[in-house]
């Protein structure tokens, strides 16, 4: 029987690195990590690199840096996407984001140039409190964020990516496109109280408006990119259209996705949230 060779791209980003670790257990498979550091190496602002990196390749796991939404995606998805097929890749899983019109459009771009193809959306991931954004003002002991009241069904990193593996080895996810939420929702107020539950600690949150969070991120120095990507997603995503829960992570591993609560749990335990925050 001929290996199935798989690409995953974004191999040391949130799913990239779990999906990755699934399949090294996997001996019908040969994987092949995509990412600026990988020993055939994958950068998406490097279209040069694509062509070593998909030779041979059967199936792709496509995960766009930083998010589908930037407006420099559509392109490279279209040209990637076309390369891809014209290479021999027969399948494609495209990470897509839940709610975002700009990411359906990439969607739509994979549809057409694969021969075979499944979409997962997800939503906000849990590990965005942990391996993101939102862990230093964790460790500090005060988060500020805009849209305190929005409900978000978060989603555990773990369950999205059995989702993309299970998609990545099975021909019964083609032409499938899921939508995968934890099971409850919550506010980012509840959140934090979450963890500062499960880590015993005192952590304050307070609510801001959008314009003074930018402001904030602005002091930060943050680049004004990652600022633009962050407006796109408080304004735009968290208007409440993700306000409702799927069953597609049950539908497609036969067991119910990973509760907030139990994530916050099993992070807790690692000691991540409870780190010294370094005084500039």
Aim: charged letters at 25%; proline letters at 3%.
């Amino acid at each position: 029987m001929k290996t199935t060779k798989i690409l995953v791209l974004g191999a040391n980003g949130k799913t990239g690195r779990r999906v990755l670790e699934r399949l090294e257990n996997n001996t019908d498979v040969e994987v092949r990590a995509g990412s600026r550091s990988a020993a055939i190496p994958f950068d998406w602002e490097k279209p040069e690199t694509w062509q070593a990196a998909l030779q041979d390749i059967d199936v792709i796991y496509i995960s766009y840096q930083p998010d589908l939404a930037i407006p420099s995606a559509t392109t490279a998805i279209q040209l990637f996407s076309g390369l891809a097929t014209q290479m021999g890749v027969e399948k494609m899983v495209l990470l897509s984001g839940r709610g975002e019109k700009e990411a359906q459009v990439c969607e739509e771009i994979v549809k057409t140039n694969a021969k075979k193809w499944t979409i997962v959306r997800a939503s906000w991931f849990n590990q965005n409190f942990s391996e993101s954004f939102f862990l230093e003002p964790i460790l500090a002991g005060y988060v500020a964020l805009p849209r305190a009241e929005a409900l978000e069904p978060f989603t555990d990193a773990d369950d999205i990516a059995d989702v993309i593996t299970a998609s990545l080895l099975e021909d019964k996810h083609n032409g499938q496109t899921y939508e995968l939420t934890g099971p409850g929702l919550l506010t980012f107020k509840e959140v934090i109280a979450e963890i500062a539950k499960a880590t015993n600690r005192e952590i304050t949150f307070q609510s801001l408006t959008l314009e003074e969070y930018i402001q904030m991120l602005r002091e930060y120095q943050v680049p004004e990119d990652h600022i633009w990507l962050v407006n796109y997603l408080f304004e735009q995503v968290l208007d409440g259209r993700n306000s409702s829960i799927t069953t597609d992570i049950e539908k497609v591993l036969g067991r119910k996705a990973k509760d907030f609560s139990a994530y916050a749990l099993e992070t807790a335990k690692t000691g991540v949230w409870n780190q010294t925050v370094s005084q500039n």
